[in-house]
């Protein structure tokens, strides 16, 4: 922590690709992590589906400290876990959901909040608890005209899909608007056959794919 949350949510939406991190230990989160910052992608998002995940997240803000890593939590389904993560020194707070209650605890520390949401009703909502990007999810379900449809009459709010988002389709959210993208599953698909050096390639051919599209 120490950059301001203004700072944050501008680091965010210029880095982009958030990955959007489930590992099955702590030292395997761990190193898809730093797998997945070595190929590129510098917003990492360590879900609380992962075991540890909140010494994940203390040890990357530490290992990473002089670096333009931004490590997040996800998967925050309660104000205990938010506080949790945020004393663990999470840059910012991703749920699948919204809750008033981890919008307080984020908004008492200045901490970026990015609630799930899946209707226009839920959007409005997470904008008036404070929430300046919000996630869209489930994205595979919703799909980029969600954004575009939603622009209309607020074209002020900022999305960013999670779930369903791969490198051949990353463009079609970027045309419909999206203020950044959440990749999970794609990036670690080859990681038990293949190891580390995998998560690298896969996350360099977003990033690179990433330049093209902008």
């Known amino acids: 922590m120490g950059r301001g949350k203004s700072e944050t949510i501008l680091q965010l939406k210029q880095n982009f690709i958030f990955a959007v991190i489930r590992a099955d230990s702590e030292e395997s989160g761990y190193e898809i992590c730093k797998s997945v910052f070595e190929g590129g992608i510098k917003n990492i998002e360590v879900t609380f589906s992962t075991p540890g995940a909140e010494r994940v997240i203390n040890r990357l803000v530490k290992d990473f400290a002089d670096t333009d890593m931004l490590v997040g939590a996800g998967t925050v ?17 991703v749920s699948p959901h919204f809750s008033a209650d981890i919008a307080a605890v984020c908004n008492r520390y200045a901490i970026p909040y990015l609630p799930g949401c899946g209707s226009v009703t839920e959007v409005a909502t997470a904008l008036e608890h404070g929430s300046e990007i919000l996630k869209i999810f489930p994205g595979g379900v919703l799909g980029p005209a969600f954004i575009k449809d939603v622009h209309g009459p607020m074209p002020y709010a900022q999305m960013m899909p999670s779930g369903g988002v791969s490198i051949d389709n990353m463009g079609d959210w970027i045309k419909s608007g999206a203020c950044a993208v959440g990749v999970g599953s794609a990036l670690t698909k080859r990681y038990k056959a293949e190891g580390p050096q995998s998560v690298r390639e896969i996350s360099a051919a977003f990033a690179a794919k990433l330049k093209e599209y902008k």
């Open 77 to 93: 389904m309660d104000e205990i876990t938010a506080r949790i993560a945020v004393m663990n020194g999470a840059d910012f707070l």
